[in-house]
Each structure stands twice: as structure tokens, then as C-alpha cells.
């Protein structure tokens, strides 16, 4: 043993030492307590046990992560819908205006096109029809 500082105290700890190993009865390395060792069933038991929880917990994870995926493409879907939405809103009303008849009525006059004002139909003996308009 080795002893760092006072060497005048080494005398009595050897006497302490003797003393505590007196107190301290030997036992034969025979009839020493061995540490009971867990048996082979109870320690496939728990490798089982240790299994069976990670396959659950993988399934968990698998589940949460194909319903993020499926929550996120409802959320693309969505935002793509409302897109949609508001361009199906400015066309119709695109429609609308470009289906005014005062609109269309300026545009005609404008591409210099005149209002009809009298449509004659002229029918033949043969069953022959014509059409003559008259300003």
C-alpha cells in the first residue's frame, strides 16, 4: 500500500488495517455466495418483451409519418382547390362582361357592322327560302 504525506501515521494505519481485517472473517473462496446468473428462458422472455415494444413503437411511427404524409397532400390539395376557385371567379366574370349586349352592340358599331332593321323572307314554289334584309 502505498501511502502519500504523513509517513509517521503509516504504523497505525497498518494497525487499522489489521484490526478491520480481523473483524472481518474469511470465507473460503468455496463457500463464497455466487451471484444467481438469470436463466435462459426468463432472458429470452425479456428480449421478446424488448422486441414486441420496438415493432410497436415502429408502427406507431410508421402511422404518424403516412398520416403527416396524407395531411400534407390534403393540404396541397386544398390550397391548389382555392386557387382554382379564384380563377373560375375572374373568368366568370370575364363572361359577364364580355357577354353584355351593350358591350357587343358598341364593338359592332365600332367595327362599322349596322343594325338590322327589317329581315324579308322570300319562299319559291319548289319549297326553296331566301332571306333579304333591308336597311
Known amino acids: ?13 497498518k494497525k487499522q488495517e489489521q ?3 480481523q473483524r472481518r472473517p474469511k470465507t473460503p473462496p468455496s463457500n463464497r455466495p455466487r451471484r444467481r446468473t438469470i436463466p435462459v428462458g426468463e432472458k ?3 428480449l421478446l418483451t424488448v422486441v414486441v415494444f420496438v415493432a410497436v413503437a415502429g408502427l406507431v411511427v410508421y402511422r404518424y409519418a403516412g398520416l403527416y404524409e396524407l395531411n400534407r397532400e ?10 382554382e376557385a379564384a380563377q373560375t371567379k375572374v373568368l366568370q366574370q370575364e363572361i359577364n362582361t364580355l357577354k353584355d349586349p351593350n358591350r357587343i352592340r358598341e364593338m359592332a358599331t365600332a ?3 349596322v343594325p338590322i332593321s327589317q ?12 332571306t333579304a334584309l333591308q336597311p
Open 74 to 83: 390534403i393540404q396541397t390539395t386544398t390550397s391548389s382547390y382555392e386557387e
Open 119 to 130: 329581315q324579308e323572307t322570300l319562299s319559291s314554289s319548289n319549297g326553296q327560302t331566301a
Open 19 to 21: 484490526q478491520a481485517n
Open 111 to 113: 367595327l362599322g357592322m
Open 1 to 13: 500500500m502505498q501511502y502519500y504525506g504523513n509517513l509517521a501515521l503509516s504504523p497505525e494505519r
Open 44 to 46: 429470452l422472455l425479456y
